[in-house]
């Protein structure tokens, strides 16, 4: 910043490029495309559809708009779009438009340049600043957008035939930089108006004013396909201003839908809580593991010890979350669901999160210094995931059994597909001896273990359910796993013991 040129004169003799904000970001995507870098970092799913697209905009230097279902990543990639703008560009100091030195078009840029010519002085500005998202709501009005008239300055003395008087709105004030207008079908049809001049023609008439703005802008926009097409929300005259429509849509394959899950879940955070300090009676007290064990302090007991990391960690096998994905998308293509409304990613990501919680839960209700996501979380899951999901009008009053229906049959899929070369024939044929089996949500781990003496095929059902670590919390999930998947593959029983607790025994 310091060495960078502080007037117009120095500027120009340091030979900045002139070049506009499309011209910017698109020769910024095109420097990341020739490293192999993506031009929108963390995206999953898109590499052979989403991002030709929004590649070749951003180099065609088009105005765009993203069309999707919700939760389809299209304001991530709004906000990344930052990302290709310079680091800093110089504007003239004080200008409320944000004025290019070389082309000032503002009252107070004008006057600046006839003051003081090459001397003019020159600020820098951050990319982060030349970003503005405005949510498409109702009750917008053109003056939020492109501006009014200020009464506070023609109270100073302004005559209203002044220029001055006006106050610009967000879309003039971010000139050279990004402008994103998230749901633009929510826009009323009179402000997206007002936006075709901006676009097309860059004059702004505002309360009989007529002003020449020649905005250097990106125009981005993101809507829903039945509002873009079906209702026609958006106006037809608007819609031939954005050069390019960019499609988004949701994982296509299982894998991705589980890596997206990772990415965006944030898994419980849980420090223990501090011990409480011991009453202090005045006299000395012993060291608490030399205390007598009679009216003295006792030493916490080896399994609810804090975790030497001071979080209780929280493990979801790849096996759960393949469920939780295997789920969202039937109920994306279930016809008792709205589909209209779409299934978003933030259902699959908010019962990842929902799953781990209730594993640390269990985990803190036993003191466990450890907590594994097992098949029965899910009945938290169900239990929170309820009023995500639109179902259609016929449905109503069944959406807790075509939930559970179809979450069953996820983990159905799941199970055959990564036991399907399993032989756990020796498991259920304990079971035909007599055995039984007692699970829930707040039976621990080794708790369940313990009720089997030997686990026939133990390792192979690690090996298939890819779970590499030698954990008893691990090998739990496991078995639990492959109880309930015999249980729907009808070679186990299944009794309901209460509220998250289960029963397998022989069918």
Aim: charge should be negative; hydrophobic fraction near 45%.
């Amino acid at each position: 910043m310091t060495s960078r040129p502080t007037t117009l004169g120095a500027l120009r003799a340091s030979g900045y490029a002139d070049r506009s904000v499309k011209q910017e970001v698109a020769a910024n995507a095109a420097a990341r495309m020739a490293q192999g870098l993506p031009v929108v970092e963390g995206l999953v799913g898109f590499d052979e559809t989403v991002l030709p697209a929004l590649e070749t905009a951003l180099l065609a230097g088009h105005d765009f708009i993203l069309l999707g279902e919700r939760g389809q990543a299209k304001s991530r990639i709004l906000r990344a779009l930052v990302t290709l703008l310079d680091e800093l560009v110089p504007v003239v100091a004080g200008s409320e438009v944000n004025d290019h030195p070389y082309r000032p078009f503002s009252s107070q840029g004008r006057a600046a340049l006839a003051r003081y010519g090459d001397d003019t002085p020159i600020a820098w500005m951050p990319r982060e600043q030349r970003f503005a998202e405005k949510l498409a709501t109702p009750d917008i009005a053109v003056a939020d957008l492109i501006g009014d008239v200020d009464p506070i300055k023609v109270a100073e003395g302004r005559h209203l035939a002044d220029e001055e008087t006006i106050h610009f709105g967000l879309v003039p004030r971010h000139n050279r930089g990004i402008v994103a207008i998230n749901e633009l079908p929510d826009l009323a049809e009179r402000i997206q108006v007002a936006l075709l001049n901006v676009m097309e023609e860059r004059d702004v008439q505002i309360r009989g004013y007529s002003l020449r703005l020649p905005l250097d802008l990106l125009v981005v926009a993101t809507a829903n396909p039945e509002d873009y097409t079906n209702r026609g929300r958006i106006i037809t005259p608007l819609k031939d201003r954005f050069g390019a429509e960019v499609r988004t849509h949701y994982p296509l394959r299982l894998a991705e839908e589980v890596a997206v899950m990772r990415q965006e879940a944030r898994l419980p955070q849980i420090l223990p809580p501090p011990a409480a300090p011991a009453p202090h009676s005045g006299e000395i007290l012993p060291p608490p593991e030399l205390a007598p064990h009679s009216g003295g302090i006792l030493p916490p007991p080896a399994e609810l010890a804090p975790h030497p990391g001071g979080i209780l960690p929280v493990t979801v096998p790849d096996f759960m979350a393949e469920v939780l994905a295997a789920f969202t998308r039937a109920l994306r293509t279930a016809a008792e669901v709205n589909q209209r409304s779409g299934v978003s990613v933030r259902f699959s990501t908010g019962n990842l999160e929902t799953l781990a919680a209730s594993a640390a839960r269990r985990a803190l209700r036993n003191g466990e210094r450890r907590a594994v996501a097992r098949p029965c979380d899910l009945a938290q899951v169900l239990s929170a995931g309820m009023g995500k999901v639109e179902f259609e009008t016929f449905e109503e009053g069944r959406e807790a059994e075509i939930l559970e229906r179809l979450l069953r049959r996820a983990l159905l899929e799941v199970f055959r597909r990564r036991t399907g070369r399993v032989d756990l024939s020796g498991l259920v044929a304990r079971f035909d001896q007599g055995l039984s089996v007692e699970t829930g949500d707040l039976v621990s781990g080794v708790d369940l273990l313990a009720q089997i003496d030997e686990v026939p095929g133990l390792a192979r059902l690690l090996s298939a359910l890819a779970v590499d670590e030698e954990s008893p919390d691990l090998a739990a999930a496991a078995l639990e796993f492959a109880l309930e998947g015999l249980h729907l593959s009808r070679k186990l029983d299944r009794d309901d013991l209460g509220p998250g607790a289960f029963r397998y025994r022989q069918r």
